[in-house]
Nanobody
Framework: QVQLVESGGGLVQPGGSLRLSCAAS????????MGWFRQALGKEREFVAG?????VYVESVKGRFTISRDDAKNTVSLQMNNLKPEDTAVYYC????????????????WGQGTQVTVSS
């Protein structure tokens, strides 16, 4: 019964920044890890960042993206800095019970996605 809703996507110039937010509603139990995935047109969905007991990033976004969690608000954010055209994709918020993983098939709940377009 967990619902995830992403927001914050949009059009930004290369080098710019966006902050994505994922609002979770519904009851959650146990240890829950959150992840951000993205899917560019014609590409497979890929893991971007995850937050549980540890924080994990795909190599291509290290140093540029930061995942954070506000437990009081039940919200997860993805701060994206120094955006590149190759970051253009639909970004999805996901949640799973247990430790953070990078495989999309291991996540139980998904948001609808928010479009991020990086272009001049």
């Amino acid at each position: 019964q967990v619902q995830l809703v992403e927001s914050g996507g949009g059009l930004v110039q290369p080098g710019g920044s966006l902050r994505l937010s994922c609002a979770a509603s519904g009851r959650t139990v146990g240890s829950v890890s959150m992840g951000w995935f993205r899917q560019a047109l014609g590409k497979e969905r890929e893991f971007v960042a995850g937050l549980g007991w540890i924080t994990v990033y795909v190599e291509s976004v290290k140093g540029r993206f930061t995942i954070s969690r506000d437990d009081a608000k039940n919200t997860v954010s993805l701060q994206m800095n120094n955006l590149k055209p190759e970051d253009t994709a639909v970004y999805y918020c996901a949640a799973r019970r247990g430790a953070v993983v990078t495989a999309e098939g291991d996540y139980d709940y998904w948001g609808q996605g928010t479009q991020v377009t990086v272009s001049s």
